[in-house]
């Protein structure tokens, strides 16, 4: 099965600090994509890209920047994070045609 | 965008029935229908999934139907189990470009399969 890797697992932050969330995968997809998860809203997409260099707006960008520097990486970036982005954040890959989407383990974000 | 919607937002039943979970779409261009299982504490995984070119499909106790004219998607699983027990998402895949698209989630099912 296709693995994604998330790190961290967890994080804790403080309004107005800077939260990078990280994301590998080793399965040389194309496509890689940034996801919420709020009870009452499902996942929500955020950002995506369909290769090195690419970055998409997804649904809901506003506050999150991204950056994906190698076919592999792919990071989401809360410049100045708020309490509102606490949340759970899924990062998922998919191959061409971006049908089935692995997801990594997920991480669990609280902004104080 | 796309938006999907999905119902009911708590499913419960008995073990041994049927349970049912109805999605509908609003892109008639969205053309591929997959169905996510996800345990507490766990990532979505991918247990079926429809094209546009299907009316329907079955893996083991899973069957998904598909009726485009309407843009509605089912999921139905017959002889539920303990096992069934999680969050199910439905969602729709619009194509964003020659080899990309992306996947809008319905908000979940909540499935308790109870003895």
């Known amino acids: 099965e296709a693995a994604v890797t998330q790190s961290p697992r967890n994080k804790v932050a403080v309004t107005g600090g800077k939260v990078t969330l990280s994301c590998n995968q080793t399965?040389?997809?194309?496509?890689m994509y940034w996801y919420r998860q709020d009870t009452g809203h499902g996942l929500r997409l955020i950002h995506y890209?369909?290769?090195?260099?690419?970055?998409e707006k997804g649904d809901i960008p506003d506050g999150y920047k991204a950056s994906r520097p190698s076919q592999e990486n792919f990071s989401l970036i809360l410049e100045l994070a708020t309490p509102s982005q606490t949340s759970v954040y899924f990062c998922a890959s998919g191959g061409t045609g971006a049908e089935t989407l692995y997801f990594g383990s997920g991480t669990r974000l609280t902004v104080l | 965008g796309e938006q999907v919607e999905q119902l009911p937002s708590i499913l419960r039943v008995q073990e041994g029935s049927s349970a049912s979970i109805n999605c509908s779409y609003e892109d008639s261009a969205s053309n591929y229908f997959p169905w996510y299982k996800q345990e507490p504490g766990e990532n979505p995984k991918l247990i079926i999934d429809i094209r546009s070119n299907m009316e329907r499909k079955q893996i083991q106790e899973l069957i998904v139907l598909l009726d485009k004219k309407a843009k509605r998607f089912s999921l139905h699983i017959t002889d539920t189990q303990p096992g069934d027990s999680a969050m199910y998402f439905c969602?729709?895949?619009?194509?964003?470009?020659?080899?990309?698209?992306?996947?809008?989630f319905g908000h979940g099912t909540i499935l308790r399969v109870h003895p």
């Open positions: 969602a729709a895949m619009t194509n964003t470009g020659a080899n990309t698209g992306k996947l809008t």
């Open positions: 399965n040389n997809h194309n496509n």
């Open positions: 890209s369909y290769g090195a260099g690419s970055t």
